[in-house]
């Protein structure tokens, strides 16, 4: 018999003496009673999330706090038993917080590693924290705590980068530079009203944040795994304990709904698209076919090969990370399409998707505020890309403030422009004479169009490129923060950020 065939029936052999070995077979498990054999060790792997759900151990250990309080005033648990939980689960989290709680062979997810170090702390009692309880709601609501604690802190650096953008917008309001439409230079604009055109966007998103918290912030816990609660637990008291705004109204929805999770994918890939764009007028700008701003060496890297290449990393990576981010929602729309209702196992992809996209916003937030902190902009450059046929729209409004009707003076303003073409010349260098030949109301005054200062601040009403117009924005920007966020009815753990101080 040749080796190969030897080394295949020994390892059935040794598989078939495994799956014989253990005479209780998955007793062990949290499923466990009702299976006789053991499970194939790639299907045990293949079954397993600790490896990512456990960075949602504090949520984990939060719920069961909580629930076992609620078992107590139920009954279920005596005052001694609760007291008892309460101290293992107490000791799980300093293990956790000392970096010292040991995942073992066997934990398949982070429920099932918390209770069977909770057995090896205080021994039997423990298998009483579990009653009325399903990982279905449990795990629901570890997810939407650990959410509503991570758009806690994405939301202040989504402030933080609004915010470095109202300043810069007022600090280099006197910038002015080439507006583009279709990558045609069109008219002349300030770089404070490009910029705040990339913040309130921002603005908007961070609107949409807040307003998703509250449909975040109901309670799955107490739904069990489909059915509801049987010994009554009071859902409304877990709920004020843990810092929900309430409790799910259906236990069905609540342990299969996993709209919080598509409703911040979908916010952050909007909020993506937004930076994505800034990131590409950036990149743009600090080309030198541009050279309207310098990136800090901090937010650039260079080539292997070309010494003299300074690459705007920091912007390319962000807008090529809305990809990533655009993906892992559309993937997790895909899951959760076509799923029966309440709980099926395809839901467990719900939380790499979400932790990757959050661990992005977070990433992407911060960098983007470093790189438009420490940007430099280039006000001679910006200057030098600017010409006079850029003011043809000037032009016709010169005509129109003497009386001449727009479409008509617009008409004329072309006239000008393809006579500059054909003399080969610029606008601001035809006569008084060969404008009065195209029409009569051209004047000496003419010459004053061609100042690309008094071009930007006529546009003085409110949301123009006027130097008033453009300051008052941005210093509006931080009363903008108070007045779209903070919902009164946001729960407990948000009402601590407050948007005074920035």
């Given at each position: ?75 279920i ?13 107490n000791?799980?989290?300093k293990?956790?917080?000392e ?7 066997g ?11 909770l ?6 009692a423990?298998?009483?924290?579990h ?58 604009i ?9 913040t ?34 009071d ?58 701003v310098?990136?800090?060496d ?34 997790f ?20 998707s ?42 016709a409004?010169?005509?129109t ?29 035809l ?9 009569p109301k ?15 601040d ?21 009363r ?23």
């Amino acid at each position: 018999m040749s080796s190969t065939r030897k080394s295949e029936r020994q390892a059935t052999s040794d598989n078939t003496k495994r799956l014989k070995q253990d005479a209780g077979g998955e007793g062990g498990k949290l499923w466990g009673g009702r299976f006789s054999g053991v499970t194939d060790p790639v299907m045990e792997q293949f079954n397993a999330s600790i490896q990512y759900d456990k960075r949602m151990w504090k949520e984990d250990l939060a719920g069961s706090k909580a629930y076992i309080k609620g078992l107590q005033k139920i009954g279920i648990v005596s005052k001694e038993e609760c007291t008892l939980i309460s101290k293992g689960l107490n000791d799980i989290e300093k293990e956790w917080q000392e970096g010292t709680f040991e995942i073992k062979a066997g934990d398949e997810d982070i429920h099932t590693a918390h209770e069977r170090r909770l057995m090896e702390l205080i021994g039997s009692a423990a298998g009483k924290l579990h009653t009325g309880r399903s990982r279905n709601d449990q795990v629901a609501t570890d997810m939407r705590l650990w959410l509503m604690n991570d758009i806690k802190q994405v939301r202040e650096k989504l402030v933080q980068l609004i915010q470095v953008n109202a300043d810069r917008a007022e600090k280099d309001v006197n910038a002015i530079f080439p507006g583009y439409t279709h990558l045609q230079r069109a008219q002349p604009i300030r770089f404070s009203q490009w910029l705040l055109s990339h913040t309130f966007p921002l603005l908007r998103d961070l609107q949409r944040l807040d307003e998703m918290v509250e449909r975040c912030a109901e309670m799955p816990l107490g739904s069990g795994a489909l059915a509801g609660h049987p010994f009554g637990i009071d859902r409304e008291a877990l709920a004020a304990e843990l810092g929900f705004l309430r409790p799910t109204p259906n236990s069905l929805d609540a342990t299969g709904g996993r709209d919080f999770i598509v409703e911040y994918q979908m916010w952050a890939s909007l909020t993506m698209v937004h930076l994505s764009r800034w990131a590409e007028d950036l990149s743009m700008y600090s080309s030198k076919e541009f050279g309207f701003v310098t990136l800090s060496d901090a937010y650039s890297t260079g080539s292997s090969l070309m010494p003299q290449k300074k690459n705007p990393d920091s912007l390319e990576l962000i807008r090529g990370r809305s990809g990533r981010v655009f993906g892992n929602c559309a993937g997790f729309l895909m899951t959760m399409k076509g799923l029966p209702s309440t709980y099926n196992k395809d839901l467990q992809e719900d939380k790499e998707s979400l932790f990757d996209c959050a661990d992005t916003m977070h990433s992407v937030l911060q960098i983007a505020s470093g790189v438009m902190y420490t940007l430099k902009i280039n006000p001679q450059a910006m200057r030098a890309a600017l010409s006079t046929d850029m003011l043809a729209t000037d032009l016709a409004y010169y005509l129109t403030r003497k009386a001449v009707p727009f479409r008509e003076a617009h008409k004329l303003a072309g006239k000008a422009v393809a006579m500059a073409e054909e003399k080969d010349c610029a606008l601001e260098d035809l006569t008084t004479n060969d404008y009065k030949s195209i029409h009569p109301k051209f004047d000496d005054d003419v010459a004053k169009v061609w100042d690309f200062e008094n071009s930007t601040d006529q546009y003085t009403a409110t949301g123009g490129t006027a130097k008033t117009a453009g300051t008052s924005s941005g210093a509006r920007i931080p009363r903008r923060i108070d007045a779209v966020c903070l919902l009164p009815h946001m729960p407990r753990i948000f009402r601590a950020v407050h948007f005074a101080s920035f």
